[in-house]
């Protein structure tokens, strides 16, 4: 139990959660629930190991784990946006069928060893007491993508012309097609976005925070969690960050409970009889929902919510949002 | 030169026939085994023997078409709660959960004990049958009610309860109740088992080994009475207005949370019911890994069925004919993929409902 090693790994787990929820931010934001998540998530992950190993490339690996989200993120996107199905069934079907891909594609892949995306230290910022200890040091690069990526994706929504296309789409998209803006256009590529985040977030796992093959273990939910992180986060990517952040810790910390004799001092329960470890592992799951009551209660009473479109087809020329 | 031909897709704006919902959905599933099966074929396998095995696997004799029914009868009853649920846009992802819920509670009755171990079987059933749906519209009830006071997304909800109940069923099975250290109960005394159509063997010789047991009886009772309750009752008009038109429904004065609530605990009981009529009817005992994904595939059944309690039972035999082969076919993942790629198709062939596509000759156009 070290608070130190905590929050060094809760940031490297965090980094998937947080990969996963600012695709599904920018999906959501364009208007398109996306709940394959999970699905994407796992064949990014199984398509990036199995690419690393082939190629002996990791990066090779991460790049077709990002394709591979991307692609499959497309089926949702024409069911849903030009075919106008639920968005709700869509997602989930295609959380089957990515993770019945990632199944069938990854047999085999258990207990190999490609090559990994590299963990290193920044130079100077890593000798900062503390901080540079638990920020910079022995971090895969792929985390400090992901601290690049918060301050990036946050301008580029509420600040840029395009990330106000973005928005614009996911509130009133019968208004941003008088301006112009192509709607169908707009959705496909933010749906393409998420999933190629989402992919990106599954070979996060499998080529670098814990890696390996562990079919559908790889991801464990993890997906899903990031859905309701967004939910959380009230569709803010730097909110959505911490979140994620805040539940990589958690998961370590939980991790750690598990191991020692003693206890701040008292006898460990839980090293006493294993069996109450399950609570623990429950306890990420009851804390989503814990997380999501305080944080509808709050976008009740400031009356936030979700993009005023999220979940509704646009159909050119009818009446509707 | 431009194409002679263009496709043009246009609004339905007449009924559409009775007979299109069916075929479109029977094309789904069609193309949806094409698609798996060149996956398939593109990993090295050999679609058209898999295809083979799968029917002798789950129709070929009485015993596996009785294997496959056994494998169906849990898909019945979750496949009817999340129709249920459907019906009222209430996105009831949890019915996993709620199985497992309603296992556990049922497998109570035997294991705290509930009731004197001696009871008749009659008694020891009941108990189960009641335990089991408690258990399961508990589940429901917390996502149900936090749905209706505090606006949560009830899918997310719904999705967290599932790990957590079958962390909650580990926590007994591996523990308390386990069985000398295996991660299973001790097995049931045979007051606790459902009547299974093998226990007749001794009068009817053809039945011995038919594990089709009572719990089927509870699927096609529950189809009898959800239909009911969606297509002739008072409550059912209700939800279904609830379901396509909120803001009417609230205009009308209806009860919103409290049907919510209702729809989610009745959702659940179903499931925990599917959970009992498992523990009850074929392990006869709690253990690890009681659903192979019920939950799940209940999903899809009850889309693939458009909802309809009935075409639940038809399509539940389908997907439980998966499952029996799913077990045995490799890679594993198949059957899975198979699911998904059916829902899929099912989703996307809908579009067909909803519009003509007409192929228009370029020149007639112009006219």
Redesign the interface.
Known sequence: MNLEIILHAGLATGTILLFAAIGEIFAERAGVMN?GVE?MMLLGAMAGFSTSLATQNAWLGLIMAIFAGGILSL?HG??TI?????Q???G????????????????GLTGQNPPLIPNVSLPILASIPFLGSVFFTNHSILVYVGYLFIPLTWYYIYKTRPGMHLRAVGEKPSAADTLGINVYRVRYFYVFVGGCLAGLAGATISLSVSPGWY?SQTTS?QG?IA??IV?FAQWNPVRAAVGGYLFGMLRRFILDLQGPALLFGFQNPIFM?H??S??L??TP??L??VA??WG??AA?RKRLGSPAALGIPYIRGERGL | MKNPFTLQIEKRSEDIPKWLPLVTSLGAVLVAFIFSGLVLKMIGGQPLRVLGFFFTATFGSWGVFSDTLVKATPLIMVGLACSLAFKMKLWNIGAEGQFYLGAFFASMVVLVPLVPPDSPKVVVLTAMVLMGMIGGALWGFIPGILKAKYNVNEIITTLMLNYVAIYWNNYWIFGKWSDAGFQMTPMFEKTAWLPRLSDYAKQFNALSGITLHLGVVFGLIAAFVIWWIIERSRWGYEIKLIGDNPKAARYAGLNISRNIILVMMISGALAGLAGMAEVSGVVHRLQERISPGYGFSGIIVAWLSKLNPFAVIIVSILFGALIVAGREIQPSGIAFLLQGTILFMVISSDVLLRYKIRLVRYNEEKA
């Open positions: 709940l699905g089926a024409l069911v030009h075919f106008q199905a639920d709700v069934v869509s989930l079907s295609l959380t089957f069928l990515g993770t019945g891909l990632a199944l069938v594609l990854g047999e079919s939910g899903w859905v309701a939910i009889n069996n109450l399950f609570f592992q429950m799951f009851l989503t929902i999501l009551v509808s209660q009740m």
